[in-house]
């Protein structure tokens, strides 16, 4: 499992194989199948056991929001560590492995008892799920891409300088164009940053419902 583990943290999912996990282990190559009966299962083997590497502590923080920020920074933590993370499961149809859904329990705890009505209370807890794995995926596709290109992001930017010279003369997008020709050394995209600076944005967001000043549940 660690090694399966190790190669997608590597190399991503799409370098994956029953055959290479073979190889690594110095085994044949129809060993692993002794344990796994496809790449299908060991994936969810595997995502479970990388979900369990984090856990939560026995006494929580007082209020529901430094739970949630918790719980938040957990995943976020996780999906850092292990990219490939992000691009497993969906929200119409999620991954359903032991240790997500205890991450799942946490959050849902947080919220509570707060007498928000079950489908509210389970909308807020998918809002900031999503927020969290939307931007997580960025990690693993960006580590494709790389390998894929043989290019960082700055240098697939520099390549596409003259594409976005061309937008910029069109006179066509004028608050792009002031936007874009504001940064004196190019924008630098900071997931980290825009993880935090998101998932406060939503909490307050969502704070007069979880506590009651606010009225009606998420309009559909």
Do not use: C
């Amino acid at each position: 499992m660690r090694t399966a583990i190790e190669i997608a943290d590597a190399e991503g999912l799409a370098a994956l194989s029953m055959r290479g996990v073979a190889a690594r282990l110095g085994v044949a190559v129809m060993s692993p199948y002794r344990y796994v009966p496809s790449k299908d299962d060991l994936i969810q083997l595997m995502a479970d056991a990388a979900y369990g590497e984090r856990g939560y502590p026995a006494d929580p923080p007082a209020g529901w929001r430094p739970r949630l920020e918790l719980g938040a920074h957990t995943l976020w933590g996780l999906y850092r560590e292990h990219p490939w993370l992000a691009q497993l499961g969906s929200l119409t149809r999620p991954l359903l492995v032991p240790n997500l859904v205890g991450h799942g329990e946490w959050m849902l705890r947080a919220l509570d008892g707060h007498g928000l009505d079950p489908t509210t209370l389970f909308d807020i807890h998918l809002l900031v799920y999503s927020h969290i794995q939307g931007l997580a995926v960025h990690l693993e596709w960006e580590a494709h891409a790389e390998a894929a290109t043989g290019q960082s992001e700055d240098q697939w930017m520099d390549s596409r300088a003259p594409a976005l010279t061309e937008l910029v003369d069109s006179g066509r997008f004028p608050t792009f164009t002031k936007v874009v020709g504001s940064f004196e050394n190019g924008y630098d995209l900071r997931l980290d940053a825009l993880f935090a600076a998101g998932l406060n944005a939503l909490l307050d967001g969502l704070t007069p419902l979880v506590e009651g000043r606010a009225a009606g549940a998420i309009a559909p």
